[in-house]
């Protein structure tokens, strides 16, 4: 019976892109086999979901992508048991990264304004499984399990008919046209669902995949049998079930479903009892929030995006599926995206290698910045993490008054350590308070790792496995990422007016120094191209280089500079040494340049000499000593950059 209508008004948000998520959604209640169904519009979208008789607790889910009419026995069964039914209809779109905007709406909607569960069912027939694999493979946190029938796995085999099957001229051209690809370009094209599984695969999201032998439409050899196989290489959890009873139709790609039962309880057994995982607030700052970015983006059509950082932010990661997400929520702005990720470097190197490694390369409307890790291993002091990370937000502000910074804090086995002891670590705290201070916007992402393994999400062994992540971790990292970019496109709150440094002595004026400056130089030679001799590994940037190198004893040369600080970029290797030096003819100090990687790496290591010098002209003084470290194998000393804070 068709009930009376009724309307619910939602409150109305703002997607990054400017589309609305929510508006006054009416809805319109009819029946489906006896349940009730809500149709309503969303995004100018038909959708709807049925409601059981009696939810299970936690409101369980499945939800359908295209033919939601299809082989409904399995969702028949499984409303009877308590889940909910769900679908949208991008029918026209292929799964394209714009059809995945909606999906991501949709889930909020539906989590977020109905309660739904965390994780849904997907359920994914023929060209559906482009839409599952597309939005999974996107989201693996948010899925409790896929079940796919036929599915279409690769476009160039349907509709593209690139392979044995036949294709569909009209929607191949219709997928050539919403992608805008040239025929050349579509055989290219790798945001398919054969490819990026190491995500899902590593969430061990359960897979079933039903198929039809003789399916000549969508063949298995070039769909199904691809992706199973590279999943259960990944370490995915997936089986498959061949149809072959009953009239096989449209060239085997129809088939009746042998045991509807069989596959509504594997996809209760994957998300009965409902589990709620911890929810990434806590762990973000809007602060400021990125409105000045996000409107950039959206008014310019182009944006500049910059990462700096260690090796969390050098290794393919985070950093690309978050490039790859600000694509896709701005579809028509042409970005450009800064990778300045090198490993080992902690805050102070990225202070001084700011302006040549970033704002040479573009000034950043957006940068994402991290060295919580780095820090701490390098042995910076709270001091020196202020001053760095101050210096480069400041230098950030100078470059581009109405850029938005993100500050990261990621996880490490030690911080997990404080957090056991109920200590807050230095590098996270001071990451924080840089990010209030400034209205940054900030996420705690060692507290959140921490976390969950506490609250038994998962585990740093077997998951996480180290503090440069598995695609586990990545996932993590991204996910919540995520959530603050969405939730920072709905941030109104006002801008802050940029304050006075913390710190009089941080390095909003540091830069790199050429090593060319050196004056009366004394047994070091200039190295056009250094490479070592040592057969250990080396950083790109560190290698293939000028350098300043001595190798003796007694070496020396100065340094005439200007400003408040002073510091060496060095290359510490098995024969490093230890160096004195003075500061316009004080004191000397000694200093030694071995480290506890030296044997393990040509490691690029920042020493500030002193940073907390009057303004105006200084000059340093700088000399290998004869004394080593009796790890080392020799008294080298080499420079690939002076560091001045003026």
């Known amino acids: 019976m068709i009930k009376k209508h009724i309307q619910q008004l939602i409150l109305l948000i703002i997607c990054l892109s400017g589309r609305i998520s929510y508006a006054q959604i009416v809805e319109k209640e009819t029946s489906w086999k006896g349940f009730d169904k809500i149709e309503f519009t969303f995004e100018n979208r038909e959708a709807w979901y049925v409601k059981p008789a009696k939810a299970i607790p936690g409101n369980p889910w499945v939800w359908r992508a295209h033919f939601p009419t299809w082989h409904t026995e399995m969702d028949s069964i499984l409303l009877s048991r308590g889940f909910h039914i769900a679908y949208v209809n991008t029918n026209d779109m292929f799964a394209h990264p714009e059809a995945m905007q909606v999906w991501d709406a949709f889930y909020d909607y539906l989590v977020k304004e109905k309660q739904f569960a965390p994780k849904v069912a997907l359920e994914g027939v023929s060209r559906g499984g482009l839409y599952v694999y597309g939005w999974a493979k996107r989201n693996p946190d948010k899925v409790s399990c896929v079940y796919a029938e036929a599915p279409v796995c690769d476009p160039k085999s349907w509709p593209g008919g690139k392979g044995k ?57 070039e769909n199904s049998d691809l992706l199973v196989k590279t999943y259960q290489q990944l370490g995915g959890p997936v089986s498959v079930y061949p149809m072959t009873r009953g009239e096989q139709k449209l060239d085997g790609h129809h088939f009746p479903i042998e045991h509807p039962e069989f596959f509504a309880n594997f996809i209760e057994q994957n998300s009965v009892p409902v589990i709620k995982p911890l929810p990434h607030d806590p762990y973000i700052e809007v602060n400021a929030g990125l409105g000045n970015a996000f409107e950039k983006f959206k008014t310019t059509k182009k944006g500049t995006v910059a990462f700096l950082g260690g090796s969390i932010t050098h290794n393919p990661g985070w950093r690309n599926k978050t490039s790859r997400y600000l694509q896709e929520r701005f579809p028509d702005t042409e970005f450009t995206f800064i990778a300045a990720g090198i490993p080992s470097l902690g805050s102070t190197p990225h202070a001084f290698r700011f302006s040549r490694d970033v704002l040479a390369q573009g000034i950043p409307d957006l940068l994402f910045l991290e060295s919580a890790v780095n820090d701490r291993g390098n042995g910076f002091s709270e001091k020196a993490q202020v001053r760095a990370l101050e210096g480069i937000v400041r230098q950030m502000h100078a470059a581009n008054p109405r850029a938005n910074v993100v500050l990261m804090a990621f996880a490490e086995p030690l911080k997990n350590s404080d957090y056991e002891k109920g200590k807050e670590p230095t590098e996270v705290a001071v990451h924080q308070r840089i990010a209030q201070y400034y209205g940054a916007a900030y996420i705690n992402l060692a507290k959140e790792v921490y976390d969950r393994i506490k609250a038994g999400e998962f585990s740093w062994e077997y998951d996480f496995k180290d503090l440069h992540p598995s695609p586990y971790g990545q996932e993590v990292y991204f996910q919540t990422i995520k959530e603050l970019l969405k939730k920072a496109s709905n941030s109104t709150k006002p801008a802050v007016q940029f304050p006075k440094a913390i710190d009089q002595f941080s390095y909003e004026k540091g830069s790199y120094h050429s090593i060319e400056e050196a004056k009366n130089v004394k047994g070091f030679t200039l190295d056009p191209s250094w490479k070592p001799a040592a057969k250990l590994s080396t950083r790109e940037g560190f290698v ?23 510091g060496i970029a060095i290359i510490s290797g098995t024969d490093a040494g230890i160096i004195t030096y003075s500061i316009d003819g004080k004191k000397p100090k000694s200093l030694d340049l071995f480290t506890k990687w030296s044997t393990q790496l040509h490691l690029p290591w920042y020493l500030m000499l002193d940073d907390e010098l009057s303004p105006g002209k200084h000059t340093l003084k700088l000399t290998i000593s004869s004394e080593k470290n009796k790890e080392s194998t020799g008294t080298a000393c080499r420079i690939v950059h002076f560091l001045v804070a003026e």
Not at 172 to 198: H, Q, V
Not at 544 to 566: D, Q, Y
């Open 544 to 566: 293939n280089v000028p350098m300043l190198v001595g190798e003796t004893a007694n070496a020396s040369f100065e340094l005439p500079f200007k400003g408040r600080g002073v």
């Open 165 to 221: 099957g036949p294709g569909s001229e009209k929607d191949w051209d219709l997928w050539l046209k919403l992608f805008g690809k040239s025929e050349e370009e579509a055989l290219k094209f790798n945001d398919i669902p054969l490819n990026d599984l190491a995500g899902l695969a590593a969430f061990k999201v359960p897979i079933v995949h039903v198929i039809g032998l003789q399916d000549k439409l969508v063949p298995p050899a």
